[in-house]
């Protein structure tokens, strides 16, 4: 009994929100316990209610349905005396009452213990048996035990609302989801959940029905004789590698997928209506709980190869799947963690948001959300991902809230907020034409980051003055392998000859972080502070001096190109990178191709740079500051990671007298300054960049628009008065009070919430 409380436990323990470690507790004590039902009951100390939350054994319709009274019924017994409550047979107590919807008429014997934090009773876990039987003490502890562990999650989930939500969830009624403001604007559409490849325990739910049934069972069994086939394929080809004994294993996997138990099993819950996945997630699950309850150490370890047989399995069913055929309607993408390749796979047209587990504002999927005009919601908390599928979702990018299963009233309400988006968006398209002009007679350049040659048109119609930010990852990240010289030379050209003569600035390749080449994988403890950037380049110059070829090649004939070198820490790294530079100009001239040295910039990215400006500014022509980083390592802030996310904020008064440094010393030794970061985009920052002096922002096509009309409206004298106010706040909070309340006074609040 004692290893299967540690496993179960464990399994807890990793459990990726709190209605999972629920249906772990009741699946697994049903199994250990040899009972017929387990449950466990919240209070909702809202209306002092006992909620039914989970159950194994139970009518599953009766979860969320069955409230129960203080003291009604042998449960609310449990909670009156605080304390266990053990009897041969249920229905003879006099506290006992009948509860229709849970179908519990055939169940006699009864152990409910309760749990307990800081002194108050939680909830309730209860187990039930058909025979008459009274429960020994082993079970007793072994209850008490996971209810004390249920205690500390539920406690947990308490503090962040995550109780409040599920209570709502399992209700059937609206809830929000809150995390952080990823992407501004406001969306209406259904959730489809994305899940990382053949990972069995993330495939959420999917509701079939009619003919979908007959496909799923099809796709099912042809998934189980793939492996089937697999294995027997091992078989033959180790057969004479491996001693009879060990062979054996193969045929046992080849013979469990054609059994009864695993075909049947998963058939009878597509048809019960789970599509072919979380079919097999729970058939997989039960027969793990079968091994992982033996006694006998071997086969206790055969769990672990049932998991891997479920893997391979998903991985055919993947297969057999089309990349997201069935999105039909507006559609909000919602995952654990999503990637730039899942979010391309939306039609456009259908994509309206999309909602993360993990990741801030400035992370890479957000910066393409906001790029894509579309609000995004980043580092969600208790996302309950995999019983979102399918459900009508509000998303709103401005406060980083997610109104589940809106009520028609606050649907309603959304709608006419849509609405007011929709006609702000028309309005700021009529500035396309007008110049970024304050009122007090200062142009400030707006340029565009991009990466995609699909931008090039958009960006033009938005009015850009050019390319501020061209990632020139983005060609080697959509391809299994580095793009040759030729390749990468087409690509740029498109890009300086779509914007010329207006200028285009290439950065040389920036992997690593959180921008990872699938063919070129670089696995470290901490990728933000490890090789990327202009290292990787520098330690690679093979690949270094192609890509500069390229670039040089393609701007032949051209004037409007302009290099930048990412996450440069040291002059030395400059110096290093120059040489190489003019050693692809000189073979390229060698080899009859004229072309001409560009203007040479630096990203200033890492802090250290803040202190080498004087030097560098005798190396380079420009600067140009990437908020998103140079935030994130001045607070020390790993902004993927959702513990730490909401400390990430670009308006903390450290970033902006760096800002305000940068600036005065860059401009001191005659070099502009630009700002490339998502911070560029921000309405409420664009002011103080405005006021501090900045010389050009760059920031995607569909932030342009709302930041020129910022520009268009408040002056730079007013923009230095409200600098000089926010440099005298203490908190990045009070500074961006300041900055909204400005752009309500000026009438620029559409900008930053839903609606005029």
């Known amino acids: 009994m004692l290893h299967r409380l540690r496993r179960i436990i464990q399994e807890v323990s990793e459990a990726t929100d709190l209605q999972e470690a629920l249906n772990i507790i009741v699946r697994r004590v049903k199994a250990a316990m040899g009972v017929d039902a387990a449950s466990v009951y919240f209070r909702d100390f809202s209306d002092d209610r006992l909620v039914l ?11 969320g349905r069955v409230r129960l009274r203080p003291g009604e019924g042998l449960v609310g017994l449990v909670v009156e005396r605080a304390e266990t409550v053990n009897l041969e047979s249920g229905p003879s107590h006099r506290r006992y009452k009948h509860i229709h919807d849970t179908g519990e008429q055939a169940y006699h014997g009864f152990l409910g213990v309760p749990i307990i934090q800081h002194r108050t009773v939680l909830g309730v876990l209860v187990v039930r048996q058909r025979a008459r039987r009274r429960f020994g003490e082993q079970d007793e502890t072994f209850l008490l035990t996971l209810a004390a562990q249920l ?11 995550g109780v409040a939500q599920l209570l709502q969830e399992v209700a059937g009624k609206a809830f929000t989801l809150r995390g952080l403001p990823g992407s501004p604007g406001l969306a209406i559409g259904n959730a489809l959940v994305v899940y990382p490849p053949a990972k069995l325990e993330a495939i959420p739910d999917h509701r079939i029905e009619g003919e979908a049934i007959e496909r799923e069972v099809a796709r099912y069994r042809k998934a189980l004789a793939g492996v089937e086939a697999e294995f027997r394929t091992l078989g033959e080809r180790l057969g004479s590698a491996l001693p009879a004994e060990d062979l054996a294993l193969f045929e046992a996997f080849a013979l469990m997928l054609s059994s009864d138990t695993l075909v049947d099993g998963g058939i009878e819950r597509i048809r019960a209506g789970n599509w072919a996945p979380g079919a097999l ?18 086969l206790r370890e055969r769990a672990a190869d049932i998991r891997d047989l479920g893997r391979r399995i998903l991985a055919h069913l993947e297969q057999d799947t089309p990349a997201h055929a069935e999105v039909d309607g507006p559609t909000v993408l919602v995952g654990e963690e999503i990637s730039a390749a899942q979010l391309a796979e939306i039609p456009p047209q259908r994509l309206v948001g999309v909602v993360s587990a993990r990741g801030s504002g400035s992370s890479h999927v957000a910066i393409l959300a906001h790029a894509l005009g579309i609000p995004a919601v980043m580092g969600v908390d208790e996302l309950p991902a995999g019983r979102l599928e399918g459900q009508p979702l509000v998303v709103d990018g401005y406060r980083g809230r997610v109104f589940v299963k809106p009520t028609p009233a606050m649907l309603e309400e959304f709608q006419r907020l849509v609405r007011e988006e929709d006609e702000l968006k028309a309005g700021l398209e009529q500035l396309a034409a007008l110049p970024a002009e304050t009122p007090d007679g200062l142009r400030m350049p707006l340029y565009v980051n991009t990466g995609l040659l699909s931008d090039i ?15 020139t990852e983005v060609p080697f990240m959509i391809r299994d392998g580095f793009p040759s010289e030729d390749e990468q030379t087409r690509i740029y050209r498109q890009v300086l000859e779509g914007f010329s003569p207006s200028p285009v600035t290439l950065r040389t390749l920036d992997v690593g972080g959180d921008k990872a080449l699938p063919y070129f994988p670089v696995v470290e403890d901490n990728p933000f502070l490890g090789w990327r950037g202009v290292r990787l380049m520098l330690d690679h110059p093979e690949l270094f001096l192609t890509q500069l070829r390229a670039i040089l090649r393609a701007s032949q004939g051209l004037s409007n190109l302009r290099l930048m070198l990412p996450m440069v820490s040291d002059v030395a790294e400059v110096d290093e990178a120059m040489d190489l530079l003019r050693r692809a100009h000189r073979e390229l001239q060698e080899d009859g191709i004229p072309v001409r040295l560009p203007p040479l910039g630096v990203m200033i990215e890492v802090p250290s740079v803040l202190y080498q400006i004087d030097a560098l500014a005798q190396r380079v022509d420009f600067f140009s500051v990437g908020t998103n980083d140079l935030t994130q390592y001045l ?6 990671n959702p513990r730490v996310a909401e400390l990430y904020d670009s308006l903390h008064p450290a970033v902006l007298r760096a800002l305000q440094q940068i600036v005065d010393g860059a401009h001191g030794q005659g070099r502009p300054v630009s700002v490339c970061g998502e911070m560029a985009g921000d309405p409420a ?4 960049l405005l006021g501090l002096g900045v010389d050009s922002l760059s920031m995607s096509a569909g932030s342009l628009p709302r930041v020129k009309w910022v520009l268009r409206t408040i002056s730079r004298q007013r923009a230095r008065e409200l600098v000089e106010a926010a440099l005298g706040l203490e908190k990045a909070g009070a500074i961006r009070a300041l900055l909204h309340n400005a752009l309500d006074e000026a009438g620029l609040g559409g900008l930053i919430r839903a609606g005029k």
């Open 685 to 688: 920052a664009a002011i103080l």
């Open 457 to 471: 048109s958009p960006s033009l119609r938005s009015g850009a003055d050019g390319v501020g930010l061209y990632r």
């Open 151 to 161: 205690a500390g999650a539920i406690s947990h989930a308490e503090a962040s609302g």
């Open 635 to 640: 607070l020390a802030v790993d902004r993927n």
């Open 281 to 298: 997630r729970e058939t997989i699950a039960e027969h793990v709980t079968i091994f992982e309850d033996m006694d006998d150490p071997y």
């Open 53 to 63: 939350m989970a159950t194994e054994g139970l009518n599953p319709a009766s979860i």
